[in-house]
């Protein structure tokens, strides 16, 4: 099989799996840092809600990992940032 045919292949092979990559939807479940940036708080306030419970949080028992569920992330929003009409 010619060299060129090869790197066509591969070119194009690389450029499917981009695009299906990027068809896919993310993750609801976030770590500290995204979560921290999803809120616009600052890791030591996100660290303060969780440790107060005000803050839905998952971690793996015994584990240091703390995780974050977009959709409950959004929840918190609403009813701790009413609307001003």
């Known amino acids: ?3 060129a045919l090869v790197e066509a292949i591969a070119a ?17 479940w976030l770590d500290t840092a995204q979560a921290a940036a999803y809120l616009r ?3 030591d306030s996100l ?3 969780t440790a107060a ?6 971690k793996r028992p015994g584990g240091q ?3 974050f ?3 409950e992330l959004d929840q918190w929003l609403e009813h701790t ?4 009409d």
Do not use: F, G, I, N
């Open 1 to 3: 099989m010619p060299a």
């Open 12 to 28: 194009r092979a690389a450029e499917v799996t981009c695009d299906r990559l990027a068809e896919r939807e993310p993750s609801p």
């Open 41 to 43: 708080v600052s890791r």
């Open 47 to 49: 660290y303060k809600l």
């Open 53 to 58: 419970r005000a803050l839905p949080v998952r």
């Open 65 to 67: 990992r703390l995780l």
């Open 69 to 71: 569920h977009r959709a």
């Open 81 to 84: 940032h009413r609307r001003q």
